[in-house]
């Protein structure tokens, strides 16, 4: 089974989560990093791809541009332009989510095979 989580905010990374950074890092983004190992554990579960905004900003650590970034044995972060590169409230982020979508089915289609199931956040 290949699962796909969307996150589109915040700050999302394997380790060391900015948690209270602002209110767009808090317990969501520890939930669904959390949810994406603890999927990957099950044995009818082969993948798992957390996928969030891909965020090239100075003002935050580099680690959030990197496009790919491993969680655990069958789970990885996948970043996905949408909007601006800066880092921006979740507020702002309502007339890219068209975008982000696009952007999330080419990389879809990319990856040869559809995901069971995909379940978003928000």
């Known amino acids: 089974m290949y699962i796909c989580l969307v996150s589109v905010h915040g700050l999302i990374r394997a380790t060391d989560l900015e948690l209270g950074r602002d209110a767009d890092t808090g317990g969501q983004t520890k939930y669904v990093v ?8 099950h044995p009818d579960i082969d993948r798992v791809d957390l996928v969030t905004r891909l965020v090239e900003d100075p003002a935050v650590d580099p680690q959030y541009a990197r496009e790919i970034e491993p969680l655990e044995a069958g789970a990885q972060i996948v970043r996905i332009p949408c909007g601006p590169q800066q880092y921006i409230p979740k507020e ?15 990389w879809l289609q990319e990856q040869g095979r559809v995901p ?7």
């Open 92 to 106: 702002q982020l309502w007339d890219h989510l068209e975008s982000f979508s696009d952007h999330l089915a080419q």
């Open 34 to 41: 959390d949810l994406a190992r603890a999927l990957a554990r």
């Open 116 to 122: 069971t199931l995909i379940h978003s956040h928000y």
